[in-house]
């Protein structure tokens, strides 16, 4: 099992900055990508971006490239989300996901385990 704690939500103007923190526990040497969700009210829940944890590639939505990091800290357990110039859209939960047994794909089912989530709100 793998536990996932989200943290860094809060609210900011658009164009700001935050930074999203997923801190894993438990059989964490068992997950092969980290992965960042969001879903907004009356929204399904949409891929933002992902990390091959043993060789750190990464890959991102469209809707975020260039303004969206994800990094890992493997001595720390943590994944962050870096989001720049935050637009009224980024608005939503943002959910952890950790292991996907079929590829490290955007694919919500495919995800085994999943934080909490911790919210975002950018305001214009």
């Known amino acids: 099992q793998v536990q996932l704690v989200e943290s860094g939500g809060g609210s900011v103007q658009a164009g700001g900055s935050l930074r999203l923190s997923c801190a894993a526990s438990?059989?964490?040497?068992?997950?092969?990508?980290m992965a960042w969700f969001r879903q907004a009210p009356g929204n399904e829940r949409e891929w933002v971006a992902a990390i091959v944890t043993g060789s750190g590639n990464t890959n991102y939505a469209d809707s975020v490239k260039g303004r969206f990091t994800i990094s890992q800290n493997n001595a720390k357990n943590t994944v962050y989300l870096q989001m720049n110039s935050l637009k009224s859209e980024d608005s939503a939960m943002y959910y952890c996901?950790?292991?996907?047994?079929?590829?490290?794909?955007?694919?919500?089912?495919?995800?085994?385990?999943w934080g909490q989530g911790t919210q975002v709100t950018v305001s214009s």
């Open positions: 996901a950790a292991h996907s047994p079929r590829g490290c794909f955007g694919i919500a089912t495919w995800y085994v385990y």
């Open positions: 438990g059989y964490t040497w068992s997950t092969n990508c």
